[in-house]
């Protein structure tokens, strides 16, 4: 008698009014995998009797190689001075829960993780990077492929995704050079940016549930008295209409690296790397870099205002979009957003958040009246009561009293002028997503500048901040050499991601 299916029927578990079915689980997928793999197997076993042999396709795993590009300069250190050279690297690799075919019609069978995988683990090893920052890290590729993977190049990882997500973050870091001495984790969706310690702070209400998260690790350089560094990678809400969230996400993030660093050693320099989502013009960017007078200009501040007015949707289910054959596709993921208004209980756990982190009141029992305050209500309670402004976003900004600066912002025109426009894109590269609907630049390596860590007086002009000098990156292609339309990536001989790699030989004085 054979066992019973214990698996849910799909007739019965689609959710009301379309959306993701309720039993696509990571649990679901791998029993799916299996399933999958048993009847390879046994066509395998059935061929082989009858003396048919397999007969193995053929696919060109090899990927573009780029040369890093050393940054001229004379270096500032005196004889016997410590520092340790560190590369960090920073890459979407492309979820494979997140492909579908209408979104790559042209890619073939570079979209299939059994060749995708064979091009990504060659170019980490090429690549060779200290420290890695990876994006849309696939959970059904972690035990598999990642895990033993990396563990044979000597690295040790911490893996973090959002509540129901298929794919995560991943911080890598060679076990020779560092090792862990914290870690810690942001979710943007539980972080209203209120900082209990500034009384004119304002908590800030997330526009909609992403499951965006950011990871944090403090590293600890093996050598002795030689310090060590805080990075950090996140992924920022996706959506096109979502410039307003992200710069939230944004300030949220700073924050909590700030926060994050003080805990640990205030001396060491902090990075943060990852798929921002945002151009070099967009708020998020501009807010993380420059100054409150220039932060936003016209054309950027319009789009931040269309992104607060934006009303989301629910999204109509995917459940018949294509799967890539022969990989694992969950049904939404990135795409499956809870609105606000559909989740009510979000705001009530805000407002719960911030009547326990609001500072207590004054001596004399003076609070600035209003009409909201008048009926019983806090000044915290009344602002995440309603939809939180652009003004609560910039201040969240303010707050943080320091800015991002970009490693390739700040010297990638001195190797690639060619590739790097200073008025429109910040000196950014034209992009590192070259996708079959969309390019441009979303990637970034940032590192941390405090008000009185600024490197301007440094003798070594490859100095970004001090105690740190940017020595090389990674070349970025320019438009042009990505070949004759179609040349969205991933694509055989190419690229396996559609996101590329970017990298950072930096020195690091303690």
């Known amino acids: 008698m054979s066992e019973p299916d214990t698996m849910p029927k799909k007739e019965s578990s689609k959710k009301k009014g379309g959306g993701r079915p309720d039993f696509v689980t990571p649990e679901y997928i791998a029993a799916q995998r299996a399933k999958r793999e048993q009847a390879k197997a ?16 053929v696919f060109n795993t090899n990927f573009r190689k780029r040369p890093m590009l050393a940054i001229c300069g004379k270096g500032g250190l005196a004889s016997g001075a410590a520092f340790v050279d560190v590369k960090i690297m920073t890459y979407n690799v492309l979820g494979q829960a997140l492909i579908r075919r209408k979104l790559f019609p042209t890619n073939g069978d570079a979209l299939k993780w059994r060749w995708r995988s064979k ?4 170019e980490l090893k ?20 990642y895990v033993p993977e990396l563990k044979k190049l000597g690295y040790d990882l911490l893996y973090l995704r959002g509540d129901g997500k298929n794919h995560g973050l991943l911080i890598c870091w060679r076990i020779s050079m560092c090792s862990l001495v914290e870690s810690e984790s942001v979710v943007y969706d539980n972080d209203n940016g209120y900082d209990p310690a500034d009384v004119d702070a304002k908590a800030t209400v997330p526009q909609a549930r992403t499951r965006n998260v950011a990871s944090l690790v403090a590293l600890k350089f093996n050598e002795q008295d030689k310090g060590g560094l805080i990075i950090g990678t996140t992924h920022l809400f996706w959506h096109p209409h979502g410039t307003f969230e992200r710069t939230r996400q944004a300030a949220v993030l700073v924050r909590n690296a700030k926060k994050f660093a003080s805990q640990i050693d205030r001396r060491w320099p902090v990075f943060l790397a990852g798929d921002f989502n945002s151009l070099p013009f967009d708020s998020p960017y501009l807010c993380l870099t420059k100054g409150k007078e220039t932060r936003n200009t016209v054309h950027s501040y319009e789009i931040l205002r269309s992104s607060w007015e934006h009303e989301y949707k629910r999204k109509e289910s995917d459940e018949e979009e294509e799967v890539v054959e022969g990989d694992e596709g969950d049904e939404g993921d990135e795409e499956s957003i809870d609105w ?17 982190l609001s500072p207590s009141t004054p001596a004399d029992g003076q609070v600035p009246a209003s009409a909201a305050e008048t ?13 939180s402004t652009i003004e609560d976003i910039m201040e969240l900004h303010d707050n943080n009293n320091v800015l991002l600066r970009s490693l390739y912002g700040a010297f990638y025109r001195h190797v690639h002028p060619e590739n790097a426009d200073l008025e429109l894109r910040n000196g950014e590269p034209a992009f590192s997503n070259w996708a079959f609907t969309w390019r441009g630049l979303l990637d970034y390596i940032f590192v941390m500048e405090y008000p009185d860590r600024r490197a301007c007086d440094s003798a070594d002009k490859r100095e970004i901040v001090q105690g740190v000098s940017v020595l090389e990156l990674l070349r970025l292609p320019e438009p042009e050499e990505m070949g004759e339309e179609p040349s969205g990536q991933p694509r055989e001989g190419q690229y396996p991601s559609d996101h590329l790699c970017l990298m950072a030989k930096v020195r690091v004085v303690p």
Request: charged share 25%.
């Open 119 to 122: 091009m990504l683990l060659s």
């Open 42 to 57: 046994e066509k395998a076993r059935s061929n082989a009797e009858l003396g048919i042999l397999p007969v193995e396709p």
């Open 340 to 356: 606000p208004e559909e989740r009510p209980e979000l705001a009530a756990a805000a407002q719960a958040v911030v009547a326990e």
């Open 375 to 387: 009926a019983g209500e806090s000044r915290q309670q009344a602002s995440i009561r309603k939809k």
């Open 126 to 145: 090429y690549y060779n990077a200290d420290i890695m920052c990876l994006q849309e890290v696939d959970l059904a590729h972690m035990d598999t492929f």
